[in-house]
């Protein structure tokens, strides 16, 4: 791996985890709870792409699945979210 | 910092404390449950960077989505407004500080990490990599099997001759577990709703 390579990929996870904060300040200040329940779903995004980058770096290509996985899990904590805030309750 | 991945794990954890004390700091509920939702997604990750991929399926299918659903559902019932009450409780902390220093002062007798004379390599794990667990003795009219009467994976046979009972009573801890919670989260009655709704707006 030449210097050039982990140069390239540190300023990839700078930029990715640089994102990642200000989602996270976003779902803290977050005026409107629609605000967080975005910043919580940009989160799950940045976590997918921190794993496939993870795997691209340590060459494990087995990352990509479980980033498949988290992509899921994610979308199934956002529809909670947003049934909760619609109805604010899961029994009719 | 010429390695990726140690920035990288450092940085996540910054964050993940960072998600945590937000989530206590917070007074609304709703946000709390979000900023516990991110910070499981960052343990998982963790998780799975630390080569612990069961560990990481597990928080995040339960810490990120099952519990999230389970915390929504408890705030149905209680309102998303935290009470104002003081910030600081010192027997909390010092109850907090007293566990974590006898915890940090039991780590003191742990053998080292990969030390091939810790009581738990030197005991039965020989057994289990012979494959000597798990060996069921079909006997002369039993069936015919390809792996010699053993559960061909090591793990496979210590979850299955040893583990057994270990599971099952998992099982029955989990079930029970699980009625509780339908019963305290079940749907309610009219009149029980319109109480609900009552206390919710005075509080």
Not at chain 1, 16 to 23: E, P, Q, S, T, Y
Not at chain 1, 46 to 66: C, E, M, P, Q
Not at chain 2, 138 to 162: I, Q, R, W
Not at chain 2, 195 to 202: I, L, W
């Given at each position: 791996?030449?210097?050039?390579?982990?140069?390239?990929?540190?300023?990839?996870?700078?930029?990715?985890?640089?994102?990642?904060?200000?989602?996270?300040?976003?779902?803290?200040?977050?005026?409107?709870?629609?605000?967080?329940?975005?910043?919580?779903?940009?989160?799950?995004?940045?976590?997918?792409?921190?794993?496939?980058?993870?795997?691209?770096?340590?060459?494990?290509?087995?990352?990509?699945?479980?980033?498949?996985?988290?992509?899921?899990?994610?979308?199934?904590?956002?529809?909670?979210?947003?049934?909760?805030?619609?109805?604010?309750?899961?029994?009719? | 910092?010429?390695?990726?991945?140690?920035?990288?794990?450092?940085?996540?954890?910054?964050?993940?404390?960072?998600?945590?004390?937000?989530?206590?700091?917070?007074?609304?509920?709703?946000?709390?449950?979000?900023?516990?939702?991110?910070?499981?997604?960052?343990?998982?990750?963790?998780?799975?960077?630390?080569?612990?991929?069961?560990?990481?399926?597990?928080?995040?299918?339960?810490?990120?989505?099952?519990?999230?659903?389970?915390?929504?559902?408890?705030?149905?019932?209680?309102?998303?407004?935290?009470?104002?009450?003081?910030?600081?409780?010192?027997?909390?902390?010092?109850?907090?500080?007293?566990?974590?220093?006898?915890?940090?002062?039991?780590?003191?007798?742990?053998?080292?990490f990969g030390d091939p004379q810790a009581p738990a390599t030197v005991n039965v794990a020989p057994e289990y990599i012979a494959q000597n667990v798990g060996?069921?003795?079909?006997?002369?009219?039993?069936?015919?099997?390809?792996?010699?009467?053993?559960?061909?994976?090591?793990?496979?046979?210590?979850?299955?001759?040893?583990?057994?009972?270990?599971?099952?009573?998992?099982?029955?801890?989990?079930?029970?577990?699980?009625?509780?919670?339908?019963?305290?989260?079940?749907?309610?009655?009219?009149?029980?709703?319109?109480?609900?709704?009552?206390?919710?707006?005075?509080?």
């Amino acid at each position: 791996m030449t210097s050039t390579d982990v140069s390239f990929e540190l300023i990839t996870a700078l930029l990715i985890l640089g994102g990642a904060v200000l989602a996270l300040i976003r779902a803290v200040k977050g005026p409107t709870t629609y605000d967080r329940v975005l910043a919580v779903n940009v989160f799950g995004t940045k976590t997918v792409i921190i794993l496939a980058l993870l795997g691209y770096i340590g060459n494990r290509s087995g990352f990509l699945d479980i980033a498949v996985l988290y992509a899921l899990v994610n979308f199934l904590g956002t529809v909670a979210l947003l049934r909760f805030v619609e109805s604010r309750r899961f029994f009719q | 910092m010429s390695d990726p991945v140690l920035l990288i794990n450092v940085i996540l954890l910054m964050i993940a404390v960072g998600a945590a004390i937000a989530a206590m700091w917070t007074r609304d509920l709703l946000g709390a449950v979000m900023l516990m939702g991110i910070y499981s997604l960052l343990l998982a990750v963790e998780w799975a960077n630390l080569f612990a991929m069961d560990v990481s399926y597990t928080e995040a299918a339960v810490g990120a989505g099952a519990a999230t659903i389970l915390l929504l559902t408890a705030l149905t019932r209680t309102g998303t407004r935290e009470k104002a009450g003081p910030n600081f409780h010192p027997t909390a902390l010092l109850t907090v500080i007293v566990t974590g220093a006898m915890l940090i002062y039991g780590t003191a007798d742990m053998p080292r990490f990969g030390d091939p004379q810790a009581p738990a390599t030197v005991n039965v794990a020989p057994e289990y990599i012979a494959q000597n667990v798990g060996k069921v003795d079909a006997g002369e009219d039993g069936p015919e099997n390809d792996f010699g009467d053993h559960v061909p994976n090591a793990v496979t046979a210590v979850l299955a001759s040893y583990r057994g009972y270990d599971t099952m009573f998992e099982t029955a801890v989990i079930f029970t577990a699980g009625v509780c919670v339908i019963l305290i989260l079940r749907p309610l009655s009219p009149s029980a709703r319109r109480e609900t709704a009552q206390s919710q707006e005075g509080a």
